[in-house]
């Protein structure tokens, strides 16, 4: 009787990190869908999607009754670690992702940002003054041997990517990295929820005081409309939660493994949908880099 719970219990871990990770795949090519058929901001699409989200899981989190603000109004350390976490985590991975999705595509730019295990690794090594292990500098080589691949096609002083998609592909690896790591103490204290939500919210409105986010971009229609209703709910707060509950059903080390599904489903749709190409050259890098992510877990 055990067994059979436990086994229903992976099936359905599996079936949400899957449902999960082909989520922020699709949000990928829906965000490189909107920004190659509107004149829209990277700054204000992601001002939008993050309030909007932030509302969202904050919403959430009052209804599980699973967030105290008069709490966590008297911690401020606690404040301070979720303003960092907003700001330096979550608005810097987002921004640098959506921007390497607009000058680049949603694969290259899903692909490289995989790239921030490898920096959570050189960032662990310096903090602890640790040498990396043999596995470790072998990832590493892996991982720049991708990129380089990606950014020259194989070819000494060739550029087959923009600087700009190269730059902000790397900063989304960082991000990504700076969210992982600023996310684990806030986290651990009051829930992910809760934090992201608070996170996403401040995060927002922060870019939203740049961007100008209340003045809609003109040209938008309906079907821009629905593009960032799948960024937001299924490509954000959906793809998030439903992540979420299959780590929680099999584990960080099987949901790793499925989350290298986001970058192979932006890549088909990007294809498919988007009738974006792909040489042989950078279907290795890709390979290289997320080789480098199963390995590194």
Same mark, same amino acid.
């Given at each position: 009787?055990?067994?059979?719970?436990?086994?229903?219990?992976?099936?359905?871990?599996?079936?949400?990190?899957?449902?999960?990770?082909?989520?922020?795949?699709?949000?990928?090519?829906?965000?490189?869908?909107?920004?190659?058929?509107?004149?829209?901001?990277?700054?204000?699409?992601?001002?939008?999607?993050?309030?909007?989200?932030?509302?969202?899981?904050?919403?959430?989190?009052?209804?599980?009754?699973?967030?105290?603000?008069?709490?966590?109004?008297?911690?401020?350390?606690?404040l301070i670690?979720?303003?960092?976490?907003?700001?330096?985590?979550?608005?810097?991975?987002?921004?640098?992702?959506?921007?390497?999705?607009?000058?680049?595509?949603?694969?290259?730019?899903?692909?490289?940002?995989?790239?921030? +295990?490898?920096?959570? &690794? *050189?960032? $662990?090594? !310096?903090? @602890?003054?640790? =040498?990396?292990?043999?596995?470790?500098?072998?990832?590493?080589i892996l991982?720049?041997?991708?990129?380089?691949?990606?950014?020259?096609?194989?070819?000494?002083?060739?550029?087959?990517?923009?600087?700009?998609?190269?730059?902000?592909?790397?900063?989304?690896?960082?991000?990504?990295?700076?969210?992982?790591?600023?996310?684990?103490?806030?986290?651990?204290?009051?829930?992910?929820?809760?934090?992201?939500?608070?996170?996403?919210?401040?995060?927002?409105?922060?870019?939203?005081?740049?961007?100008?986010?209340?003045k809609i971009?003109?040209?938008?229609?309906?079907?821009? +409309?629905?593009?960032? &209703? *799948?960024? $937001?709910? !299924?490509? @954000?707060?959906? =793809?998030?939660?439903?992540?979420?509950?299959?780590?929680?059903?099999?584990?960080?080390?099987?949901?790793?493994?499925?989350?290298?599904?986001?970058?192979?489903?932006?890549?088909?749709?990007?294809?498919?949908?988007?009738?974006?190409?792909?040489?042989?050259?950078?279907?290795?890098?890709?390979?290289?880099?997320?080789?480098?992510?199963?390995?590194?877990?």
């Amino acid at each position: 009787m055990t067994d059979t719970k436990d086994k229903k219990r992976e099936k359905l871990g599996i079936l949400c990190c899957t449902a999960g990770a082909t989520s922020w795949g699709l949000s990928g090519t829906c965000s490189e869908a909107l920004f190659s058929q509107y004149p829209v901001d990277t700054t204000w699409v992601t001002a939008v999607r993050m309030t909007s989200a932030g509302i969202i899981l904050l919403f959430l989190a009052f209804a599980k009754h699973s967030l105290n603000l008069k709490e966590l109004g008297k911690d401020k350390k606690g404040l301070i670690e979720i303003v960092l976490f907003a700001i330096a985590g979550l608005a810097l991975c987002q921004y640098a992702y959506l921007s390497a999705i607009k000058w680049t595509n949603s694969g290259t730019a899903t692909v490289i940002q995989n790239l921030s +295990i490898v920096f959570i &690794a *050189v960032y $662990v090594c !310096l903090t @602890t003054r640790t =040498a990396p292990d043999k596995r470790t500098v072998f990832c590493i080589i892996l991982a720049l041997f991708g990129v380089w691949l990606l950014a020259t096609g194989g070819k000494p002083g060739n550029m087959e990517l923009t600087p700009r998609g190269l730059f902000w592909g790397l900063m989304a690896g960082i991000g990504a990295a700076s969210y992982s790591l600023l996310s684990r103490a806030p986290v651990k204290h009051r829930g992910s929820i809760p934090v992201s939500g608070m996170g996403m919210f401040i995060g927002g409105l922060a870019l939203s005081l740049i961007a100008q986010s209340w003045k809609i971009p003109a040209g938008l229609d309906g079907r821009a +409309i629905l593009y960032m &209703a *799948v960024i $937001v709910l !299924l490509g @954000t707060v959906g =793809a998030f939660t439903l992540f979420l509950q299959g780590i929680a059903l099999v584990g960080p080390v099987k949901a790793a493994l499925l989350s290298c599904l986001e970058p192979l489903t932006a890549a088909t749709l990007s294809v498919v949908w988007l009738h974006s190409s792909f040489s042989p050259t950078d279907l290795i890098g890709f390979a290289c880099i997320l080789a480098t992510v199963v390995l590194m877990r």
